[in-house]
Every structure is written in structure tokens, then in C-alpha cells.
């Protein structure tokens, strides 16, 4: 008699460890597929704003070139809604000077939901610097 009883209590006893386990692991588990995908999305970002940067720096390039590379870019992967720009404008540089490529997006538009619940307005950047030729 007393056998059983125990067998109760301790399959009460999982129930209730696997009810506090169970929420804790998948979150972390959630939280690790939204990190690896944060960093996944930043290394698109910057590859877009390297490639947008070594084609700003060719003597003749214009604005609206880069921003279609960047574009094109960022349309072949998973990455929608995002800004760019270049500082200063491809009109006004000069030879030699340095140009600022950014690019950004809100982690509204790649986040799957546990980014966004903890930072709503939060935005992914990357900059690229190189000097014009």
C-alpha cells in the first residue's frame, strides 16, 4: 500500500517540476533562435552597406546606384524594411574623403516576437566607412 501511494505523490511531483521547467526552457530556447537570428541579420546588414560603401567609393558613383545596390542586396535575403544612407552625399564628395555608408532596420521588421516584446522601438544598424577614390 504504501508503494503506491508514493508512486502518486511523486508522478504529482514531475507534473508539477515539469510545469516550472518546462516554460523556463522554452523560453531560453526562443531567446537563443531570436539571438542567432539578431546576429544573422546584422552580418546581411553590414555585407549590404560593405557592398553599397566599395561602390560609392568608384570615382562617378552616385547615390541612386549605391541605393540600388544596397537594395538588391538586402532583397536577395530575409530582410525587409530597411533605411539606408550616405553621408556625405555622393555629389558633394571629394576624392579622398571618407563616405559613410548606413543601413538599418527596425526589429519589428526581422525580429520573431521575443526581441520586439523587450525592446519595441530598438533598430539594427551597421556602418560601413572607406575613403572615396
Known amino acids: 500500500m504504501c ?14 517540476e515539469c510545469a516550472i521547467v518546462l516554460p ?3 523560453f531560453t530556447a526562443l ?3 531570436e539571438l542567432g537570428r539578431a546576429i544573422m541579420v546584422h552580418q546581411i ?6 557592398e553599397g560603401a566599395r561602390r560609392a567609393v568608384i570615382p562617378g558613383a552616385t547615390d541612386d546606384q549605391v541605393h540600388d545596390i544596397i537594395d538588391n542586396y538586402l ?3 530575409t530582410v525587409s524594411g530597411h533605411s539606408r544612407s550616405i553621408t556625405p552625399s555622393l555629389a558633394n564628395a571629394q576624392p579622398h574623403e571618407a563616405l559613410t555608408v548606413t543601413v538599418s532596420v527596425p ?12 525592446a519595441p522601438d530598438a533598430e539594427m544598424i551597421a556602418t560601413v566607412t572607406m575613403r572615396k577614390e
Open 3 to 16: 508503494g503506491i501511494r508514493r508512486q502518486r505523490k511523486r508522478k504529482a511531483v514531475a507534473a508539477i
Open 24 to 26: 523556463i526552457f522554452i
Open 31 to 33: 531567446g537563443i533562435i
Open 45 to 50: 546588414l553590414t555585407n549590404g552597406a560593405r
Open 75 to 77: 532583397a536577395a535575403t
Open 107 to 118: 526589429y519589428g521588421e526581422i525580429d520573431w516576437g521575443v526581441i520586439r516584446w523587450l
